[in-house]
């Protein structure tokens, strides 16, 4: 494995990046049909404001569950690449779904944290990542070897890159800012749902 | 019944029909009665079959391999079916995604613990106020034909089901001092 030489040792030493800007950067890296999972909230509300790929799939309530979602996907398509993008505060309620990833080891898989510290859409209360809980710490602690901190936006790319050549499972960990997302995701479930399998061919 | 055609475990009549169906991804939290089923999926290659830290986890990884074409269940105790309503509420039944679930029932015919007693009264209330059909199976000779026409009907009308297994089929938990 060979990670990029910025790598953090912890949430503290990462810059604190913007949601909006680097979901656009992973998008543009996506040239396979990868599939994507956006958690619930502005998570994907930004993925869903850089780009309507017919691959991605947007939660709207299930809290926590974009992980095991995107695990569930990469298990019934080992030859697609599945990228589950999902915020601090989300992850925090699922900690266990990382050691599951981890255990099951999925070599399609990654998973994207959108960590700013604090539940931004009720009103911007602490999280717990903002009181000592380094989310790409306790992946590793789950068995998630390849969990990392994205130091600056080119270091992101290139994880991002490498999650997409290389096998996972992997976890990479985003700090980003308080800023509102650029726009709301659409919220018809069987609407979502029926263009995300038609974007990953399982419905004509 | 026929001598030379023994009985066969509920189980593996269970099994069975998930094969059928090419049902193949099984995910639980453990429970004793289950321990039968769970120890045959294991051992029988058709299956994946892995344990999940909560029972809202399995309904996830279910729920995204279902989008993605692959058929799975969700085996739990009662109590475990007690932390799934917001999960089903926000994902499966909005999103019109068909979920198997199999609920080892506990709480009731001898239960031994009022926690499980208590939560037991939750299941079906809540597996009714969310339109789930369910279907308690209490006699080895109704299995097949539950699981199988249920499996289809799940399937067909992009909704799930949940199937209870009854102490009168399993003989439940016994209380042990």
């Given at each position: 494995m060979a990670l990029p030489a910025n790598q953090p040792a912890s949430r503290a030493e990462a810059k604190v990046m913007n949601r909006f800007d680097i979901t656009k950067r992973m998008v543009a890296l996506l040239k396979n049909n990868e599939a994507v999972i956006g958690g619930i909230g502005y998570t994907n509300f930004d993925l869903w404001a850089v780009e309507r790929r017919p691959q991605n799939f947007y939660m709207?309530?299930?809290?926590?569950?974009a992980v095991p979602i995107g695990l569930g996907v990469a298990l019934a398509q080992p030859k697609r690449k599945v990228i589950s993008l999902e915020g601090d505060g989300s992850i925090l309620m699922q900690l266990g779904s990382l050691a599951t990833v981890g255990a099951r080891a999925p070599k399609n898989f990654a998973i994207v944290i959108m960590d700013n510290g604090a539940y931004q859409i009720t009103g911007g209360q602490k999280a717990l990542t903002d009181q000592g809980a380094d989310i790409v710490a306790i992946a590793r602690g789950a068995g998630l070897a390849q969990s990392v901190w994205a130091a600056d936006e080119s270091a992101f790319e290139e994880l991002i890159a490498l999650a997409l050549r290389e096998d996972g499972p992997w976890l990479i960990g985003c700090r980003i800012d308080a800023s509102n997302p650029m726009d709301t995701t659409d919220r018809n479930p069987p609407r979502i749902k029926d263009q995300f399998m038609r974007g990953i061919g399982t419905l004509a | 019944m026929d001598e030379e055609t023994p009985r066969r475990a509920w189980y593996e009549i269970f099994a069975d029909v998930l094969k059928q169906h090419n049902v193949d991804l099984v995910t639980y939290v453990p429970d004793n009665v289950l321990r039968p089923l769970i120890d045959l999926v294991h051992e029988d290659p058709f299956f994946t079959a892995f344990s999940v830290a909560r029972e809202e986890e399995g309904l996830g990884i279910n729920a995204g391999a279902w989008m993605a074409g692959r058929r799975g269940i969700l085996l739990m105790q009662t109590s475990g079916f007690a932390t799934l309503p917001n999960s089903i509420a926000s994902l499966t039944v909005p999103f019109q995604i068909p979920s198997l679930l199999l609920v080892s029932e506990?709480?009731?015919?001898?239960?031994?613990?009022i926690g499980q007693n208590l939560v037991a009264r939750t299941m079906r209330p809540v597996l009714d106020a969310l339109s789930i059909e369910h279907h308690t199976m209490t006699r080895l000779e109704d299995v097949e034909f539950i699981v199988d026409r249920s499996i289809v009907q799940a399937i067909a009308t992009q909704s799930s089901v949940c199937f209870i297994l009854s102490p009168l089929l399993t003989g439940g938990k016994v209380f042990a001092k």
């Open positions: 709207l309530g299930s809290m926590g569950l | 506990r709480g009731t015919l001898g239960e031994f613990n």
